[in-house]
């Protein structure tokens, strides 16, 4: 059994997610999610479950506002009678990239600090950073600058990613709104759900890849150049696992993402009705 880490090396949930997608099949056993998370328990610790969480917190803010400040910000400067999913699309799509450009190197960083001793460690090195800082410093001196956007182009690949999932949103909302005046959190919780399951199933195997090129990859045993780009890393997947080798971890992925983007959606919606309550009322008495 592992010792266990300081509560500063932990976040778990993503670390399971990692560890499915990121296994390599001919050292684990092709197991369910809760058979692997047993697993993982079994073999390295409960503490393995729950690393990283203080810098995954910390890009989760970084990455959401810089997302909703574009998307709502651009879609102020647009035409608010233009309502269309296509609209939604392309809001979504350029606030993607600004998101990736601008955060990449704090994912770069957590993918690494979540996979520090797990059995899929980068060719068995050991991590020299504890936190978000000390990660992003020793990248950009070990590997360059160019370290620190390792996965950015699969990462541009994925803003369609957020983009369906706000297209699917927002025509959801649209059709909800026009029938009940005032949806219910759970309402939203439940739309944000379809929505990111919707984004979610058809970006994953670019997600998965995304994972394996920040995470790193051994050149001995997936016999991959260091610099294996997107196409090269989809095909070598393929070969040796099948198509659903493009899939492996989507349960997990699933679970965890969907939750995610259900509480953020809800929790949008109320803090925003609220603050435009809190705006109003504030008029009113001026």
């Not at 970084?62 to 809001?91: C, E, G, M, P, W």
């Not at 990660?135 to 620190?148: N, S, T």
Request: glycine share 6%; proline share 3%.
């Amino acid at each position: 059994m592992a010792q266990s880490k300081p509560l500063n090396k932990v976040f778990s949930y993503q670390s399971w997610i990692h560890a499915v997608s990121v296994e390599d099949p001919k050292k684990r056993q092709a197991l369910g999610t809760l058979h692997l998370l047993k697993q993982l328990i079994r073999e390295e610790g409960v503490a393995t479950l729950y690393r990283g969480m203080i810098p995954v917190l910390q890009s989760l803010c970084i990455s959401n506002f810089v997302y909703f400040y574009t998307f709502h910000s651009l879609k102020a400067l647009s035409s608010s009678s233009n309502q269309s999913a296509v609209r939604d699309l392309l809001l979504g799509s350029v606030s993607g990239i600004v998101n990736v450009l601008a955060t990449t190197p704090f994912w770069v960083v957590n993918s690494r600090l979540k996979m520090k001793g797990l059995n899929g460690n980068r060719d068995g090195e050991t991590t020299k950073y504890g936190n978000l800082f000390e990660g992003l410093m020793y990248i950009a001196q070990v590997e360059g600058v160019r370290g620190l956007w390792a996965g950015a182009v699969p990462s541009l690949m994925l803003v369609c990613n957020p983009a369906l999932q706000f297209m699917m949103y927002e025509s959801l909302k649209r059709r909800i709104t026009k029938i009940a005046k005032s949806p219910s959190a759970m309402t939203f919780f439940l739309i944000g759900a379809l929505a990111k399951t919707f984004a979610t199933v058809l970006t994953y195997p670019l997600q998965l890849v995304q994972t394996k090129l920040r995470h790193g990859h051994s050149n001995e045993s997936m016999k991959l150049p260091p610099n294996a780009g997107v196409f090269q890393m989809l095909l070598y997947i393929v070969k040796n696992s099948g198509i659903e080798g493009l899939f492996r971890g989507l349960e997990a992925k699933i679970w965890q993402t969907v939750l995610t983007a259900a509480l953020m959606f809800a929790t949008y919606e109320k803090i925003a009705k609220f603050v435009m309550l809190l705006l109003t009322r504030q008029t009113k008495f001026v």
